[in-house]
């Protein structure tokens, strides 16, 4: 295919719009991780931060990992984070697949409940009284169970699973599978990429939690990473107990910022094509 001056034209001027905007959103990526690994040395001899320091360090991971508390608190988060996304995807298939059974009596009772959930909240304090009320209060299960289902995340699977072939369902009824059999054994295998793409969305969503904590924590070896990642980040005058003067504290709170982005960063791109997919299939029928 022949094109012209002005196709180009066209295409030089999208790939620069397409490199600058790159640019733009790897530029302050890059400063962080080289904030994180720039010496104190570095920094006197240049008189700030650079972009691409000549020495580097990994002082301040060790501190953090050592000294903060920050290796239990990724613990507790990865805890959460896992157990959390598991119960999470549990209940929101157990509840979106009947929904998506145009045959469920009072189908559409229960889909006006779970909309209303989206339009409506109960309120910090009443679910604050709440997770009291259950004894959750300084326990991790206080991080997971308020957000056990989310009221989106049910639409989009709902919606996944009633676009899938009647055809096969009847035809697996007719050799006498029940509905548990006909889940795990054609609509699950067939819906991978919206479960990808949920478990992601519940993933994120606990691995950056930082407002239940700071509710229905106050049990400093249960803080997740977020609280830790916070109490750095505030520590702008002072560094942490025990810090060597040689570790700028800047550079300890972007060593921070990256242990944890880091866990996310390295599995979005594993799930991206589930993600893309999901989004897309999962949103055509309301």
């Known amino acids: 295919m022949v ?7 066209f295409n030089a001027a999208v790939i620069l719009i397409l490199s600058l905007c790159g640019i733009a959103a790897v530029f302050p990526l890059l400063y962080v991780v080289s904030v994180s690994l720039t010496p104190l040395g570095e920094v006197l001899r240049s ?3 650079p972009i691409i320091p000549r020495e580097i360090t990994f002082s301040a991971y060790e501190t953090l990992l050592q000294e903060s ?3 239990r608190a990724l613990g507790v988060t990865a805890f959460v984070t896992v157990a959390g996304t598991a119960l999470n995807m549990l209940f929101t298939v157990f509840m979106a697949y009947p929904l998506s059974r145009k045959w469920l009596p009072g ?6 409940m779970v909309l209303f959930t989206m339009l409506f909240s109960g309120g910090i304090i009443p679910t604050y009284l709440v997770v009291k009320a259950l004894g959750l209060l300084d326990s991790l299960w206080a991080l997971i169970l308020p957000t056990l289902i989310g009221s989106f995340n049910v639409f989009i699977v709902k ?14 009824k007719m050799d006498g599978a029940g509905e548990l059999r006909l889940l795990a054994q054609i609509a699950l295998p067939l819906s991978l990429s919206v479960i990808a793409t949920i478990s992601l969305f519940y993933a994120v969503g606990h691995w950056n939690d930082f407002f239940q904590a700071i509710m229905y924590i106050t049990d400093r070896n249960l803080f997740p990473l977020q609280v830790i990642v916070r109490e750095i980040l505030m520590q702008t005058q002072q560094p ?9 504290t800047q550079t ?19 799930l991206q094509k589930y993600f893309t997919k999901g989004m897309l299939l999962g949103s055509i029928k309301g």
């Open 69 to 71: 508390g920050m290796l």
């Open 47 to 49: 008189g700030s931060f």
């Open 252 to 270: 300890l709170q972007m060593a921070a910022v990256v242990l944890a982005s880091l866990p996310i960063i390295v599995v979005y791109p594993f």
């Open 3 to 9: 094109r012209g001056a002005g196709d180009r034209l």
């Open 240 to 248: 942490l107990e025990n810090v060597e003067s040689m570790t700028p």
């Open 159 to 172: 919606s996944f699973f009633e676009q899938l072939p009647e055809e096969i369902f009847e035809s697996a």
């Open 107 to 112: 189908r559409s009772l229960f889909l006006m």
